[in-house]
């Protein structure tokens, strides 16, 4: 053991439990007990692993009301969210479950014999995930990983470890092999590098910020080992003279206050084109005052507390020397509150439109005509997800192609279905997650060439 984590309810900002955390030797030991589960799994037929998947998914929705509960408790998420990503966990592993039998290789037409393609699997994947959606984001990884064939170790974040254990101990109440899907909570710097560091590990999915990310891909550069990088966003919510204004204003604050703005989807910017500047901002100040945030074991609350002090004095930070347009309403402590607020950045340098707060704080920004809202749009580093709001199909079509962004949606601010690609371009990311190509991505694809003695 490298010591232990207090774990502590962000809504009274009390620890109620300790984690230990895992020592690269406990890594090392979790890795090789991984190689020997995977083992046996990829012996499986295929039919087993997609039927003990399905089992795993069942044991998962049974179990959603204690997972949520353990959310709840420990990020602070409204129980209505925490219960949506329960349910979301669970539908991840029944759509992964159909793909053992579906990863159909190629045959292909050659010379003096047969040609086939198969998709092997690529051993022991390490995924890494952050603390603001500790379980969705996991799942993402692990599902599509155990579904090709491989066996996960899991580390979670420090702050947030308690729903990724109670995962791999349903794992294993479904009947999956022992040691297939392991959590190992532990800190980056020693669990988190000793697993993209360790040999047997084939592939690193990380999520988490842009500087981790970058650290995360020297190391496994070292091993030739592939990655696939979830990072950091600074999205664009475009609103168009055209748009239904009300649509769109009862739209955005939940398109950035969800999870407290702890979401690296969060359209933290939003982009509106001059001429309805002020008919929008009348629209969005009643929809930000009726944003509800409270006690997140009640329902019907839209937003709970940040995750822990240290990442609200970093959002804090963030307001300091300004008066925001809009505020919205937040408990007193105890607890890591943080009001949500609306921002008119004056300076086109603003830390407020560059920067990643990852907090409930939202910068308005002018735009007039199409070239500059797609140039602002594009005027980041990141490049992960983004709204456009406008009546015009053509400009709908242009727009969202022009704007360099992973994740997009027309008229609405979702960016997550399981079944599309997820993922950013830029410094948001490498690589896709979910999706039909999913399973693919956590495969080696082997060519085979059978000589058949017939003439070439
Ligand atoms: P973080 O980078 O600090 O940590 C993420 C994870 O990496 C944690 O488990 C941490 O312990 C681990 N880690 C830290 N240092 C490491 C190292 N040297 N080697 C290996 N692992 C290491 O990020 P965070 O603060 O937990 O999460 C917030 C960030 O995550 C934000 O930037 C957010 O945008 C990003 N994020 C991205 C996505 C996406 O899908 N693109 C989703 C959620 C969050």
């Known amino acids: 053991m490298s010591g232990s984590f207090a774990v502590v309810d962000p809504s009274i900002g009390e620890a109620f439990t300790e984690v230990a955390m895992a020592s690269a030797a406990e890594v090392d030991r979790a890795v090789g007990r991984a190689v020997r589960a995977q083992a046996r799994w990829a012996a499986l037929a295929p039919l087993d692993r997609a039927r003990l998947l399905r089992r795993f998914a069942a044991v998962v929705d049974a179990r959603g009301e204690e997972l ?3 959310e709840v408790r420990n990020s602070g998420h409204p129980v209505d969210g925490a219960r949506w990503e329960a349910g979301h966990v669970r539908d991840v592993l029944e759509y992964f479950s159909a793909a053992p039998e579906r990863l159909i290789g190629k045959q292909i037409p050659v010379a003096g014999g047969i040609d086939v393609t198969f998709h092997e699997p690529l051993g022991v994947v390490g995924v890494i995930v952050p603390w603001n959606f500790p379980m969705t984001i996991a799942a993402w990884g692990f599902a599509p990983a155990l579904a090709a064939g491989n066996a996960v170790v899991l580390k979670p974040a420090e702050w947030t470890p308690l729903t990724a254990l109670r995962l791999a101990e349903l794992a294993l109440e479904a009947g999956l092999p022992d040691g297939l899907l392991q959590a190992v909570p532990g800190t980056g710097a020693v669990a988190g590098e000793a697993l993209v ?9 990380f999520t988490g910020s842009t500087a981790t990310g970058s650290r995360v891909m020297a190391l496994a550069a070292e091993q030739v080992k592939p ?4 990072l950091g966003g600074k999205s664009a919510n475009l609103v168009f003279a055209d748009a239904d204004l009300d649509a769109a204003a009862a739209a955005a604050p939940g398109a950035v206050f969800d999870n407290a703005g702890q979401d690296c989807c969060a359209r933290s910017r939003i982009l509106v084109e001059r001429s309805v500047l002020d008919a929008f901002l009348e629209r969005l100040e009643p929809a930000v005052r009726a944003w509800r945030v409270g006690d997140p074991r009640q329902e019907g609350v839209q937003m709970g507390p940040l995750v822990s002090a240290a990442h609200r004095d970093r959002v804090a930070s963030f307001l300091d020397g300004r008066t925001p347009l809009m505020r919205g309403s937040a408990p007193d402590g105890p607890g890591f509150w943080f009001a949500p607020a609306v921002v008119l950045p004056e300076a086109p340098d603003d830390r407020l439109l560059s920067e990643e707060v990852f907090g409930p704080v939202v910068a308005v920004q002018a735009f ?9 749009a594009n005027a980041t580093r990141y490049g992960l997800s983004g709204s456009i709001w406008t009546r015009d199909l053509g400009r709908g079509l ?3 192609r022009a704007v360099r962004s992973g994740a997009l949606s027309v008229n609405s601010n979702s960016s997550v279905r399981y079944t599309t ?6 410094r948001s990311g490498i690589g896709r997650e979910l999706g039909p190509d999913a399973p693919l991505h956590f495969t080696d694809e082997k060519n085979v060439f059978y000589a058949t003695g017939d003439p070439a």
């Open 197 to 205: 560091r360790h040999p047997d590990v084939a592939k690193v999915v």
């Open 398 to 400: 242009r727009v969202s």
């Open 227 to 230: 990655v696939t990088l979830e």
């Open 421 to 426: 690609p997820f993922g950013g371009m830029k």
């Open 68 to 70: 949520a509960a353990l």
């Open 368 to 376: 007039e005509g199409e070239a500059e809202g797609v140039a602002l």
